[in-house]
């Protein structure tokens, strides 16, 4: 079957172009007007004008269509574009269109367009560049296209100086995160990580810091005070051994207080290099399968060999063909609970379809998920296999199982939930691939991308290189529920499935949300809940092994 004539099956992988043809119109001899959306439902996106006209608007027959309620400031017939001898002339119909961030004629009037020109479809809407193309765009767009498209988000729209830096500094990581090359999104992502990381352990070791020197300096004067009140009894004669007993006594006490409060400023160190090497990378994907047919869901191809892309930038797929496999691609984190090779992760790890409303409605078509999980040790190049075992109902915790890790030494449950306070130390692998990468350098990561890796190929190429190493964060207890523990230690989506440690290195919980609204809290589940799962799957584990008879 011809690529052309495959069925295309809609849903929350993408859908057909809005001609119907699902493939991408070839440029005319003198150049293809080609819309760039900038903002608004369609941002990112390029639209060929293909036609004489095309009606801007929320209407049905619209070709530069808006969804209706997508945002006030666009008409049903708002404008209409026409090409003539001379080029492309916007003209206004129900709505204001500015043009370059000047209002343009109305309906009588005209007003020809340039290549370059910023069409701002109502006071505060959706902001579209127009250009004449004729060659095929780059799949991605340059520095200098990103920033530029940028700009002009921010100088077209309506308001003053300040909000527009404001948009800009919004629009700015948004754009080289998603529209740039794979390679650039790396590092701005790895920067951006590197920084938050870096500010933040440096705020949290200051701030320690600081309070251990005011409590050292607080054991001295109380040292020197009770030093003062006994001046009298340390020149005692050598026949009152009962009262210089006593003095000698107190002297010990105090030495060995500030003695301990010295050595807790290396105490963090100690936690994390103990219990980094029980920490794992988590990486997983899972593809569907059509429960009736047997057949795996896949990405349609074009006639030119790519994917075919939706209205939203993501490819479409289909039954039939021989292009890939469509992959669900995710990272995490775990940890190892029991020598016989059972970690603890989050339930949306270990079960991710279930927290995934964009696969939904193909698990109501009778689509069947198909997973593979695997993790890698800190420290060692090949990734073992991960079984899964058991997961809870009531909080986001699951149990997997690595048979390759049996008999190694796993992390230590502490005997009561953290307290409000309580300083604890996060572990895990936040922001994923992006943040190892980060820290691997430049030039390793020139020398992978040289080599045109995949989500699998390039970590394992940082677990040969030695790079996969987990980030540790530091924090207070801000607040303990039943069912959740609050803390401010930074991390983000990659870190889930980590574990929560008290500064004696034991779990007290487990990493499962991220305030994205509120970077002071962070939540985990409590260690009582990782202890019940345990034990549940530690009795299915036996029951499953019992024999028949």
Same mark, same amino acid.
């Given at each position: 079957m011809e690529p052309d004539s495959q069925p295309v099956i809609e849903g929350?992988?993408?859908?057909?172009?809005?001609?119907?043809?699902?493939?991408?119109?070839?440029?005319?001899?003198?150049?293809? +007007?080609?819309?760039?959306?900038?903002?608004?439902?369609?941002?990112?996106?390029?639209?060929?004008?293909?036609?004489?006209?095309?009606?801007?608007?929320? +209407?049905?027959?619209?070709?530069?269509?808006?969804?209706?309620?997508?945002?006030?400031?666009?008409?049903?017939?708002?404008?209409?574009?026409?090409?003539?001898?001379?080029?492309?002339?916007?003209?206004?119909?129900?709505g204001q269109v500015y043009l370059n961030s000047a209002d343009v004629p109305g309906l009588h009037g005209r007003e020809t367009l340039v290549p370059g020109d910023i069409l701002e479809i109502g006071s505060g809407g959706p902001v579209i560049r127009f250009l004449m193309e004729t060659r095929a765009r780059p799949k991605y767009k340059s520095l200098r296209e990103a920033f530029r498209d940028c700009v002009d988000c921010a100088t077209h729209g309506r308001g003053?100086?300040?909000r527009s830096l404001v948009r800009f500094i919004g629009i700015l990581p948004r754009e080289l995160l998603t529209q740039t090359t794979p390679r650039t999104r790396f590092t701005v992502a790895g920067i951006m990580v590197l920084l938050a990381a870096s500010v933040g352990t440096l705020a949290a070791f200051t701030a320690f810091g600081l309070r251990l020197e005011r409590?050292?300096?607080?054991?001295?004067?109380?040292?020197?005070?009770?030093?003062?009140?006994?001046?009298d009894l340390t020149n005692l004669p050598a026949e009152d051994p009962e009262l210089r007993a006593l003095v000698e006594d107190v002297e010990a006490v105090l030495t060995e207080r500030i003695e301990a409060l010295e050595a807790m400023s290396d105490a963090s160190r100690r936690v994390v290099m103990a219990a980094s090497p029980s920490v794992l990378f988590v990486q997983g994907g899972y593809h569907f399968f059509d429960e009736d047919t047997g057949h795996p869901l896949r990405v349609l191809i074009g006639p030119n060999g790519r994917p075919r892309m939706g209205p939203r930038g993501v490819p479409l797929t289909t039954l039939e063909g021989e292009g890939p496999l469509f992959e669900a691609q995710f990272t995490g984190s775990a940890w190892l609970v029991s020598e016989d090779g059972l970690l603890v992760t989050n339930r949306h790890i270990a079960i991710p379809w279930r927290s995934n409303s964009d696969v939904q409605p193909l698990l109501d078509r009778g689509f069947r998920p198909d997973l593979h999980l695997i993790g890698y040790v800190p420290g060692e190049a090949e990734p073992v296999e991960l079984e899964f075992v058991v997961a809870s109902e009531e909080h986001d915790l699951a149990v997997v199982r690595a048979r390759d890790l049996v008999g190694r030494m796993p992390l230590e449950l502490a005997d009561h939930d953290a307290g409000p306070g309580e300083e604890i130390l996060v572990l895990g692998y936040p922001a994923g691939i992006q943040a190892l990468l980060a820290r691997s350098g430049s030039m390793f990561v020139d020398s992978l991308m040289e080599k045109g890796p995949d989500f699998w190929s390039v970590v394992r190429g940082l677990s040969d290189a030695g790079f996969i190493r987990p980030l540790a964060t530091r924090g207070i207890v801000g607040q303990v529920t039943p069912s959740t523990v609050a803390y401010d230690a930074e991390t983000t989506s990659g870190g889930s499935g980590g574990p929560v440690l008290s500064m004696d290195g034991r779990v007290v919980a487990v990493t499962f949300a991220v305030l994205s609204s509120f970077g002071g809290s962070n939540l985990g589940v409590p260690v009582a809940s990782v202890r019940r799962l345990l034990e549940r799957a530690e009795r299915e584990t036996r029951e499953a092994e019992r024999p028949f008879g």
């Open positions: 929350p992988f993408g859908t057909p172009d809005p001609g119907g043809s699902g493939l991408t119109p070839q440029p005319r001899p003198g150049g293809d +007007a080609v819309l760039l959306h900038l903002t608004g439902p369609h941002r990112g996106t390029r639209q060929r004008l293909t036609e004489t006209e095309a009606l801007v608007g929320t +209407a049905r027959d619209a070709v530069v269509h808006f969804p209706s309620g997508s945002d006030p400031a666009v008409a049903r017939r708002h404008a209409l574009l026409v090409r003539a001898e001379d080029g492309w002339s916007v003209l206004e119909e129900e003053g100086r300040i409590r050292i300096e607080a054991e001295e004067r109380r040292s020197m005070d009770v030093a003062e009140s006994l001046g």
